[in-house]
């Protein structure tokens, strides 16, 4: 398994999701749609960068439901 991708501050959103960044508190930023800017760390926040929370979610096939 990898590490995830860690992500600076002023950088922008890969995709939607959660980030959490890598200090002790692990605060969270949660984003709705790509292409938005990573935040500052809150204040006396010692992190280094955001990581994405959780991994990004595989869509699955779906068979057609047969017509009754």
């Known amino acids: ?6 992500h600076l ?3 922008y959103t890969p995709e939607a999701g ?4 890598d200090c002790a ?3 969270t930023w ?3 749609m790509a292409g938005h800017l990573f935040p500052e760390f809150p204040p006396d ?3 280094r ?5 959780a991994p990004p979610e595989v869509p699955r096939h ?3 439901q047969p017509l009754a």
């Open 1 to 6: 398994m990898s590490a995830p991708a860690r």
């Open 18 to 21: 959660e980030y959490v960044c």
């Open 25 to 27: 508190a692990a605060h």
């Open 49 to 53: 960068a955001w990581c994405s929370a």
């Open 30 to 32: 949660r984003i709705d």
């Open 9 to 11: 501050p002023r950088t």
């Open 62 to 64: 779906q068979e057609p």
């Open 45 to 47: 926040c010692g992190a």
